[in-house]
């Protein structure tokens, strides 16, 4: 038996003491950029992120949709691997086929739909247009479109189909799926459209270009793309199918994988990384995980993971610690495991990025987990609460929530994250199914974000994420000064 020294401590537990601002101290100055997969010291990472930012590994997080929102925004969404991996393929396949300006259709009617349909579809969704298929899909026929300006309910009847008012196909501009953007900002402009369908020569509809969507696109400079300037994606696979689930994802253009699991230091994660060595060479990049100390980061460095993800037990749904008796302090183990990485670069010439997840509740905590060596982040809670993530929107007791669960939990039954041994049964839950307050845009709130950690970082006088760590200086909070920095105590 082994008691370690220090106590098991949070990143709540830690304050930074400010340093030095200079005049380089700006926020446009600042790059919060970060490496993703191991390099050479001294050498740039092949894959780069330009907002540290990751989305976790998570059915009620990481869908489609919020993966291009996060990539938009610099960072990068890895897809669940909790359902079957041809499901999970075709998620990346919606990522990688989605070119940047162009969205799929979300407001769809059908042409026998009534107005009345149309107008509350409209009013919910906050849009002014519709488009209309044949089957009232984003990828049916393209029939035509109706926008608020077609039809007036006091000169309509709100039971007259939409067909009756909607502008027809043939009357319309459209672009085949080769168009760029650029191309399709022309026609948007040189005819006046709010809405530029594009059409493939079956009549299908592909995608739309919204005119809106023009000031929005240039607001992304630090978009994540691959070389073909398509969005980046990860995906989550296990050690149970990875043998097929692989496969199918690199086909399906998966730039990152990482094997998502509770405890990662096990040998069915050196045999996972060893068939990607062995079967893709360096052409595949994964990342292995969760570890909390040294030991766990060598073992999977050593055995050829790309990045390694810190923390067992910390997740805001997560109920490990209680139920195994298993985790540390998530400000324990970055320390730990960052000084191991960095000692294991200084022996080896080879840099293995960390991503710290799970417990970050705050944009400071986000802070201090890149002050004690943190890489970049990985959040659920944080992007469950956007209007980008697959879970429902509800209202509860006057407050507007989103439903958010653990891979643990009896909604989710990961299986393969939660390996008890018990088959395909979850012998116990691991992880809880509940709500976090609804936050609105991911746009805004990483905007919001990265403001606070540029911030911080001023205050330290860092101009870089890895400066940052290197200069940090920071203390530990008693349990006295954290309860007086409490601004309810301070109130009262
Ligand atoms: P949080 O951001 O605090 O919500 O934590 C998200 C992390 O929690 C995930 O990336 C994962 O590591 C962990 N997780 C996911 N499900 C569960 C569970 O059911 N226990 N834990």
Known sequence: MKILDEVSRTLNEFLLVPSLTTAACTPDNIDLSAPLVRHRVGETSPIRIATPLTSAIMGAVSSPRLAIALAQCGGLSFVHQNQPYAEQAAMVEAVKRHKAGFRFSDINIKPSATLGEVSALLESAERDVAVVTDDGSPHGLFVGLISTDDFHPRRHGLDDSVASRMRAAADLVTAPPSVTLSEANTLIWD???????????????????????????????????????????????????????????????????????????????????GF????????????????????????????????VKVGIGG?????????????????????????????YARETGVYVPLCCDGGLLTDSHMAIAFALGADFVMLGRYFARFDESPSPLVHLGGQFLKEYWGEGSSRARNVSRYEHGGGSRLTFEEGVDGYVPYAGSLYDNVDLTIAKLKATMISCGATDLRGFHDGAVLVPVSQQSFLQNSAEIRLR
């Open 276 to 307: 990607v060595r062995e079967n893709y060479g360096d052409d595949v990049r994964i990342g292995a995980g969760n570890v909390v100390d040294g030991r766990g980061f060598r073992y999977l460095a050593e055995a050829g993971a790309d990045f």
């Open 315 to 343: 997740g805001s749904i997560c109920t490990t610690r209680e139920q195994k008796g298993i985790g540390r302090g998530q400000a324990s183990a970055l320390i730990d495991v960052a000084a191991e990485r960095d000692a």
């Open 191 to 273: 005819h006046r459209l709010d809405v530029l369908p594009v059409v493939d020569a079956a009549g299908l509809l592909h995608s739309i270009v919204l005119r809106r969507d023009y000031e929005l696109h240039k607001r992304f400079r630090n978009e994540s793309i691959d070389a073909d300037k398509r969005f980046r994606v990860g995906a989550g696979v296990n050690t149970h199918d990875y043998r097929e689930r692989i496969p199918a994802l690199v086909e399906a253009g998966a730039d990152l994988l990482c094997i998502d699991s509770s405890d990662g230091y096990s040998v069915w994660q050196a045999e996972t990384l």
